[in-house]
Structures are given as C-alpha cells and as structure tokens.
C-alpha cells in the first residue's frame, strides 16, 4: 500500500467546465487562511464493465478532490457513474484504470486484507436501507465498529456523536423499535463512531419522508462543520444536495461541472443542463 502526502493541498477538478457560486445560502464558515486538506481524491477514475460489444464504460476518467471537513455532494443523471464512483473510492470496488486515494492511502494499490482494515478504520457508510443489525441495540450497533476492531472506544466521541444525533434515550431500543428517521441516526452515528477520514453517504435520505430526511441532513452538516467530519454524499434530490458545502455533477461517467454553496434551484439549473430531470 502506497502512503501519499496526506496534507496536499487541492487541485480543482480538472474537467469542470463552470465553477458557479451562490451566495444566497451561505456555506458554513471555515477559517479563511487554512489549507484545503484532501480526503480523498481520484485521477483519471476509469471502470468498465463487460468486454466488446457489450462493454459499459461506467467512468470515463475522472479526476476530482473531496476536501477534508467539507460536505460534498455527488449528483448526475441516472447511469453517469455516480454510485460506480462512490464504491471505487470506498474500496468496495475495484478501478479499470486510474487511481484513489483515501488520506493519502492509495486504495488502487491496496490487497483485500489492506482494503479490509482501510473500510473498517478510516471509512465509514450509510447507505439508504440504513443496513443496521436488527438484533443489536442502537448502542451496539453504534458501536459495532470498533467492537469488529477490538478497539477501545473513545467514550467521549461516542457520547458527543450520540448527544449530536440526539439519541440519548432511545440507546437501548434495537432498531424495529424505532422510526425511520431514528433508524438513519443510528447509521450516521455508527459511521461516525470510528472518526473515519470520510463518510461515504449513499442516497441517505432516499427512504425517509421531506421532514426526517431534513433532520438527517441538518446532522450531517453539523457533523461537518462543528465536529470536523468529511462527507460525500451521492443523492438525487437539489433539496439535499444544497446542504453539501459543494455538489460535485457527473455525466456520462465524467465530473462536468461543480457548483459552490448550491441552493436547489441552482442545482436544478445545472441538472437540467446536464439533460437530468
Ligand atoms: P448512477 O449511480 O449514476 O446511476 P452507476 O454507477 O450505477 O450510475 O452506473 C454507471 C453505468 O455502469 C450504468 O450504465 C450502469 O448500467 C453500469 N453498471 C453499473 N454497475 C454495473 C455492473 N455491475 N455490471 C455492468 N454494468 C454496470
């Protein structure tokens, strides 16, 4: 496994076309003179699938940067590599060409095993069916993580993670005897157990109604801007995406644009440019 400068500084991504900003939904504040800090990268990302006349190329090159305390957003039109992305640079898949680095980790390089530990001590995941053990309670499932690890647990980011994603009182429920909306809290709380270097969300909010759906993302933010956390999150929805500090889009398997501070319609803007709904 390949160890890279993890303290380099971010490159735009180099196939964007218009960086557009909007200032009327204000980013979360970062200092103004501290470096962005990459989390994970891609350079020139390619994956195909299947051979000849039936080979899919699902990313055709693509370079981009994930900043480290940043909430990106990864948007496309359905089939543009968004998810192909996603479970390269998590380590759940494996690239054609190209590489990844998680900080500063080159997961290109990594052996199953080093792949194993990098998803179990430096990621961490929610995916849309929440995906929590059902015989577990909210706390061992938070937990689960560094139980698998044989780690010690660092009791006050567990309890600054449980008091954030406000689940104090529901510890010892297991998972069918809470909502929908609760059920993602535990899965956001499990993800950020660890302190992973990045959390890879995706379509967090597919299954919960406008108003949980809020409440996961206004978590994750907070997450983000007052715990130092970085998240990518692949979604569909502007409204969601507009949480993101950035909405990274992809098209036919490429990054063709990027936009800063997103409100929905700007982002919906960008989408109907790029022939999404
Ligand atoms: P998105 O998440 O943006 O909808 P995906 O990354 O799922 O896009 O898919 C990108 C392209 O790769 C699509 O054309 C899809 O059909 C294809 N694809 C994804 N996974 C596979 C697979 N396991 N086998 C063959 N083709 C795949």
């Not at 991504?13 to 003179?33: C, E, G, I």
């Not at 994970?40 to 480290?68: C, I």
């Not at 936009?259 to 022939?275: E, F, K, S, Y």
């Amino acid at each position: 496994m390949t160890v890279l400068d993890h303290t380099s500084t971010s490159t735009s991504t180099s196939t964007s076309t218009s960086t557009s900003t909007s200032t009327s939904t204000p980013a979360p504040a970062r200092p103004a003179a501290s470096p962005a800090v990459v989390a994970a990268a891609a350079r020139g990302a390619t994956k195909t699938y299947g051979s000849g006349d039936t080979q899919v190329v699902a990313l055709a090159g693509v370079d981009v940067d994930f900043e480290a305390a940043r909430f990106t957003a990864v948007m496309g039109p359905s089939g543009s590599g968004k998810s192909t992305l996603m479970h390269c640079m998590a380590g759940l898949d494996r690239l054609s060409a190209g590489s990844v680095t998680v900080g500063g980790v080159d997961v290109t390089a990594a052996s199953e095993r080093e792949l194993t530990l990098l998803r179990r001590d430096r990621l961490g995941f929610v995916f849309q069916a929440f995906n929590l053990v059902p015989t577990l309670s909210a706390l061992e499932n938070i937990t689960l993580p560094i139980t698998l690890a044989r780690r010690r647990p660092d009791q006050a980011w567990i309890d600054t993670v449980v008091e954030t994603v406000g689940l104090t009182h529901r510890l010892g429920h297991r998972p069918g005897q809470l909502s929908g909306g609760q059920q993602q809290r535990v899965a956001v709380a499990r993800a950020l157990a660890t302190r992973p270097e990045i959390v890879f969300a995706d379509e967090p909010t597919g299954n919960l109604d406008s108003a949980t759906g809020a409440e996961i993302l206004a978590f994750m933010r907070h997450a983000v801007r007052d715990l130092g956390q970085t998240i990518v999150m692949v979604t569909h929805d502007p409204v969601a995406a507009s949480y993101a500090h950035r909405v990274v889009f992809l098209a036919d398997g490429r990054v063709r644009d990027e936009l800063l501070a997103p409100t929905p319609d700007a982002v919906i803007d960008h989408m109907r440019r790029l022939g999404g709904r």
